[in-house]
């Protein structure tokens, strides 16, 4: 059974009644000051620990409503079940935005051996199971050279990747035949972080346009018993960390202190 693509937060809150940030956000801190405003407007960089079920425009949109400016884009992708760190431009800076997505991308996660999935990660329900009870970590760590340096990977047919105009994921839904060609990438490294079976902790420095799904399906059958990725974490974007962003929690609760700081003053200049 395959998820729908961008169906997961409506799913999500139908089933936790949890309607998060997003939603609550928009009623709590809507008095952005002109002063403020006028500063994102000119250009600002926004380091945003993207929080589970929120797509990367889930967080634009967000952001875009609370500074009530057009001009906000974000610099890569992370899908719905990743978290981690997101690079957030406006005004100005949306012009450094191809800037910052050429940048290395560092990941942490795990990948679930014993099964496949069609998108390569949960998004859709794992399949053809099989045994996995004789990998071990001597035969994952042999493995992983042949996924270093420079490679030609092949993307998920899921992918935001477009053809004729249209994302890959909307035309395999309609059942169209699809040829893909592989992309070139660069795999700095692949540490083994762990090995609890069927569960592979892992640490990948990656290129951009590399596709993290992917390589957790290419190990599976590298290896013969299959795999999915089922746990993604962006930590970094060359010089970025995700030690330096805010939730968006945290970042709201900023937008809302400094327009209450920007009001006093204004007040008192006023008196």
Excluded at 192 to 213: A, D, Q
Aim: some cysteine.
């Amino acid at each position: 059974m395959l998820v729908a693509k961008g169906s997961y937060r409506s799913k999500y809150i139908a089933k936790t009644g949890d309607t998060g940030t997003q939603s609550q956000g928009a009623k709590r801190y809507s008095n952005i000051t002109p002063e403020l405003k006028a500063e994102y407007e000119e250009g600002k960089l926004i380091l945003i620990d993207k929080p589970v079920h929120w797509t990367s425009f889930d967080v634009v949109k967000c952001i875009r409503t609370h500074l009530r400016i057009k001009k906000v884009g974000h610099a890569g992708t992370l899908d719905p079940l990743a978290t981690g760190l997101l690079i957030i431009c406006t005004g100005k800076y949306t012009k450094k935005i191809n800037e910052y997505m050429a940048q290395v991308k560092e990941y942490t996660g795990t990948i679930t051996l014993g099964s496949v999935t069609p998108t390569y990660d949960l998004e859709s329900l794992p399949e053809q199971h099989k045994d996995y009870s004789s990998i071990t970590l001597e035969k994952i760590k042999e493995t992983i050279p042949s996924f270093l340096g420079h490679q030609k990977q092949m993307p998920p047919i899921y992918s935001a990747i477009k053809v004729a105009g249209k994302p890959l994921y909307e035309l395999a839904r309609r059942g169209k035949g699809l040829e893909l060609e592989p992309r070139d990438i660069i795999i700095d490294a692949f540490e083994i972080t762990s090995f609890e079976p069927p569960l592979i902790g892992f640490r990948l420095v990656c290129s951009t346009g590399t596709y993290v799904r992917s390589v957790a399906h290419d190990i599976g059958v590298a290896l013969g018993c299959g795999a999915h990725l089922s746990l993604l974490r962006r930590t970094a974007i060359g010089e970025f960390n995700v030690d330096d962003a805010q939730t968006m929690d945290v970042w709201l609760d900023e937008i809302k202190m400094k327009s209450e700081i920007k009001d006093e003053e204004q007040f008192n200049q006023n008196a």
